[in-house]
């Protein structure tokens, strides 16, 4: 079967094809131009055909870098001595747009490829210049290198935000490290989330083994007292500022000021809370310390006037006495007889001696406070001083019956007068404060290298939380309406005295029933 012949029409053909070509003679003048061509590279057939291609397509001069023409040269050239296609890299070629301001360019990315027309012997009679408009695929790809660069940028930028975070966060640790309380950041969910240095030094834990405890849980165990109050009210954006006492591994009791303030998001929640935990136990107990010392210091400011209120009554009470007798002698001087006047007169003296042991007790009291009492030691006999006292008891009181018991075979060392001073104290005491019972035990025995003496009587008897005190200055167990004078000073001056002596006093009583007053002497003190 043979077809008709047809006259074929290559040319139109070859400007309606689809793709971008442009047919070179060897001189690179444009012979021919595809429609497709001439419209993405915005030109007219007739404006190119017959033109040098480079003066058609020159270099955009915004873009110098993309050197297109020059390696379009170079393939161009490479075609023609080869005589072989040459396929080249992608090009930024931007195109002229030649309408009104000629020197705007429209970016273009083309991939362009040069194939040589060979005649019969093989020389390259044209090459077909043919282009793929990749413009868009090589933005995109522009756009996604662009945006990574940006997610590079933002990534660094976190990098290094988290960085200053991450030495904020030190530099945060490090002022709460040194300042001396205990700081803990806990979240909503009551978990510690921080805890400086004191906190963990304190608690005697390491910082990872307390992170994510429950706050609650974890003091459970010290605590005194419930807190979850606090926290639920701290929760609730309130600030909470209380004390709490803790036990800290069986140590002794701190005493803490704790301080919870909420932390609050921008959106106004409450997402956490700082806790500040001062150790004021020192405080405290100095406080403690402050309180008691005052209480002491009125409490020795109201004796001082009660002993003022009392030595005067006391000196004043004698001395009117001696007045007294002393202005009845004058009034009847004459008249007087000898017994009389020696009654008279050993009345006054008694009442000298009084006032005079009065006064010598308030000048001991005096040198006692500062230690300069002065003593005078020498080996004597104590049954012989016990007897002394004993006497001088009884003429004080003929009502009562003391009772000298003693068992001493050697003499003892101390200041004899001073020692006597004491149980003469003892005894006028045991005699001051039975005013109903008459009878009274004084006992002396030698244990060991001890001497141990008791004065016991059966009278008034003395409340147990005076018996301590007794012996302190200006104290006085019964009230002083009850009866009965002195300063306070006897047993005071006695303690100081035994103590000197290396010895020891105490007392023990029953209230309505008698006390009895114990001191332990060493038979040979060494003086101090
Ligand atoms: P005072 O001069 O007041 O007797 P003291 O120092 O000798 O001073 O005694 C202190 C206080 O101890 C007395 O005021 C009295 O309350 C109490 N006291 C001392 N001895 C006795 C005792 N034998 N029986 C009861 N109370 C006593």
């Known amino acids: 079967m043979s077809y008709p012949k047809v006259d074929i029409k290559y040319k139109q053909i070859f ?20 429609d497709s061509y001439l419209s993405a590279t915005f030109t007219k057939r007739s404006e190119i055909l017959n033109q040098y291609i480079f003066d058609v397509f020159p270099d955009n001069p915004a873009a110098p870098e993309a050197r297109a023409t020059e390696k379009l040269y170079e393939s161009l050239k490479t075609v023609l001595t080869t005589r072989k296609a040459h396929d080249m890299d992608i090009q930024h070629y931007d195109i002229p747009k030649r309408v009104g301001d000629s020197s705007s360019f429209e970016t273009r990315y083309w991939c362009p490829s040069n194939t040589p027309v060979l005649d019969e012997a093989g020389n390259v009679e044209y090459i077909i210049h ?15 290198v662009r945006k990574d660069d940006h997610i590079t940028v933002i990534t660094q930028k976190q990098t290094e935000a988290s960085e200053a975070l991450g030495a904020m966060d030190k530099r945060l640790r490090l002022i709460t490290d040194i300042i001396p309380a205990l700081v803990a950041y806990i979240d909503k969910d009551h978990r510690y989330r921080f805890v400086n240095e004191s906190y963990s030094r304190n608690f005697k834990i390491s910082q990872e083994e307390i992170l994510g405890k429950k706050v609650e849980d ?18 609730k954006g309130q600030i ?5 006492k803790i036990k800290l591994h069986k140590s002794t009791e701190q005493h803490l000021e704790v301080i919870y303030l909420p932390d609050i998001s921008d959106e106004g929640k409450v997402i956490g809370f700082v ?55 004058l009034l009847d001087i004459e008249e007087l007889d000898r017994n009389t006047l020696q ?46 006292c004993c006497s001088n008891a009884m003429n004080i009181s003929k009502k009562h019956k003391i ?22 104290s003892l005894l006028n005491n045991a005699i001051k404060y039975s005013p109903d019972r008459n009878d009274i035990l004084l006992k002396a025995e030698e244990i060991n290298d001890e001497v141990l003496i008791t004065v016991k009587d059966r009278g008034i008897g003395i409340p147990d939380e005076e018996l ?52 332990k002497l060493p038979a040979k003190p060494a003086v101090r």
């Not at 000298?404 to 003469?424: A, F, N, P, S």
């Open 15 to 34: 400007n309606h094809l689809p793709g971008k070509y442009l047919i070179l003679d060897t001189d690179l003048h444009i012979v021919a131009a595809s």
């Open 130 to 144: 043919s282009v793929d408009d990749v413009t868009e695929e090589v933005l995109t790809r522009k756009e996604i």
């Open 218 to 235: 974890f003091l459970k165990p010290y605590l005194t007292q419930d807190i979850s109050k606090n926290i639920e009210a701290v929760l």
């Open 240 to 244: 909470q500022s209380f004390e709490i």
């Open 275 to 329: 806790s500040m935990i001062m150790d004021v136990t020192d405080k405290v107990k100095y406080y403690d310390e402050l309180t008691k010392l005052t209480q002491e210091k009125e409490q020795l400011i109201l004796q001082k006037d009660e002993f003022i209120e009392m030595a005067s009554h006391e000196l004043k009470t004698p001395l009117t006495t001696i007045k007294a007798y002393v202005e009845l002698m």
């Open 343 to 388: 009654n008279y007169l050993g009345k006054t003296n008694s009442y000298i001696n009084q006032l005079h042991r009065l006064i010598t007790g308030l000048f001991d009291v005096s040198t006692a406070n500062t230690g300069r009492l002065p003593y005078n030691f020498s080996y004597f006999n104590l049954a012989d001083a016990i007897e002394t």
């Open 403 to 424: 009772d000298c018991q003693y068992t001493l075979k050697d003499k003892m060392y101390g200041d004899k007068e001073r020692l006597e001073q004491v149980i003469e």
């Open 468 to 519: 301590e005190n007794i012996f302190k200055r200006f104290s006085r167990a019964h009230a002083l309406s009850y009866h009965n004078s002195g300063l306070g000073l006897g047993l005071y001056l006695s303690r100081e005295i035994v103590h000197r002596h290396r010895g020891k006093i105490w007392a023990e009583s029953e209230i309505g029933k008698g006390s009895t007053f114990f001191v």
